[in-house]
């Protein structure tokens, strides 16, 4: 079969490393229509503990993408009975959770969300981290909230890589940091690259972050004492989709619909400019399921909205770009067949047109957060075309279940 890309260019499918996909179609078509070909999901400690029935289902369904599926800590410490997110798990419960670490068959990596479990103490971390290493798993970890603990919880997660010897990724971190202490963090997380440790680290090109409304994240403390400003604050899904909330709509929200999300703007567009200054930091879109006309943009826009905004403005070049969305994220999953064009090579590809290549996703309120992108012509995952002049071709589903040796 011949395919026209007649003045395209043709890539490797792009690699999303922090994803909330967890076989969610609605979401993975969003992804695909991007070009993302594999994600890592169960991420931020959030996950399937049953992996051997996720996989299962997987098969069984079937999926747009290739997906691979880490184990997430939150999730372990609601299994072994520590549903107190602000409270440390027992000796007894962290011994459990070692075990389930080591039975969680096919898992890619442990995932730690720290703002979300802030009762987790490090020592729990650390033995942990020290279990996933030790089967063979990376870690990756959305940190503890820089509102009380600054780069310390930066340096907390970096040192699991000393620690453990292991792989570590530190999570979106635009959405972690912003101003001055952007530089600051990519200083010492270049210190540490150099020193030979395992570390990696994505980032999304958005400086407004979004999660669910009930969690630790969005406690009322970070309002009252810690700077965050209710004219920053919207809704993303709910009823409230897309308005600016007061302090009483919050109020409602986390009261009765805790599942609700909300997004929250910190940060300027200097962030993302800064965090990029860091080689070989990859693009990721922390994005995840949502009702249709609701959620965060970051779902459908974050490939061609990096293209957008660092490569064709001139900050970055194409190839550099290119590494960061495909070979590099390869690099650092350790998927020798994918993130390159070779012989060999899983045929997970893009053909993009150059020119029309735009995000038209926007935020609830503006637009509709899942609008697809312009100029994602073809793709191709494992050697089967999904997407064909920018249409989808209906039913195919020629994702794999990526699952740890």
Not at 316 to 337: E, K, Q, T, V, Y
Request: contains cysteine.
């Amino acid at each position: 079969r011949v395919v026209d890309a007649g003045g395209g260019i043709l890539v490797p499918g792009f690699i999303d490393v922090h994803a909330h996909t967890d076989s969610d179609l609605p979401c993975a078509e969003k992804f695909l229509a991007q070009g993302i070909t594999t994600v890592l999901s169960g991420n931020c400690g959030f996950s399937p503990v049953n992996l051997d029935e996720f996989f299962a289902d997987f098969e069984r369904t079937g999926y747009p993408i290739n997906q691979a599926e880490q184990i997430g800590h939150t999730d372990l410490r609601r299994v072994v009975g520590q549903g107190d997110v602000y409270a440390p798990a027992t000796k007894a419960q962290i011994e459990q959770m070692k075990v389930l670490i080591q039975q969680a068959r096919g898992a890619w990596g442990l995932s730690f969300g720290l703002e979300y479990a802030p009762g987790a103490p490090p020592e729990e971390v650390r033995e942990l981290a020290r279990t996933a290493v030790d089967a063979g798993r990376l870690i990756s970890i959305h940190i503890r909230s820089i509102k009380t603990d600054g780069l310390r919880s930066l340096e907390e997660a970096l040192e699991l890589a000393v620690i453990t010897g292991g792989r570590v990724i530190i999570s979106h971190l635009v959405y972690m940091f912003n101003g001055p202490l952007v530089k600051q963090a990519t200083a010492m997380i270049a210190e540490y690259q150099q020193r030979g440790f395992d570390v990696w680290v994505d980032s999304g090109v958005y400086t407004a972050f979004s999660t669910y409304a009930g969690t630790p994240v969005f406690d009322e403390i970070v309002f009252t004492k810690y700077g965050y400003s209710f004219d920053k604050l919207r809704a993303a899904t709910g009823k409230y989709a897309g308005q600016i909330l007061d302090r009483e709509k919050y109020r409602e929200v986390r009261r009765d619909s805790p599942r609700d999300s909300f997004i929250y703007e910190p940060g300027t567009p200097q962030d993302i400019y800064d965090a990029y200054t860091l080689p070989g930091l990859m693009v990721s879109t922390d994005g995840g399921k949502a009702p249709p006309g609701t959620g965060h943009p970051q779902g459908a826009a974050t490939f061609p909205r990096f293209f957008r905004m660092m490569v064709k403005s001139g900050r970055m070049s194409f190839l550099d770009g290119l590494r960061r969305c495909s070979l590099i994220p390869a690099n650092a999953l350790h998927l020798p067949h994918k993130g390159r064009i070779a012989e060999g090579a899983d045929a997970d590809l893009v053909v993009l047109d150059w020119d029309r290549l735009e995000e038209t996703a926007d935020f609830p309120g503006s637009g509709d957060p899942g609008s697809p992108p312009r100029g994602v012509r073809h793709v191709f995952v494992n050697g089967v075309q999904e997407i064909e002049n920018e249409k989808r071709i209906p039913g195919v589903l020629a994702g794999m279940c990526l699952r740890h040796l």
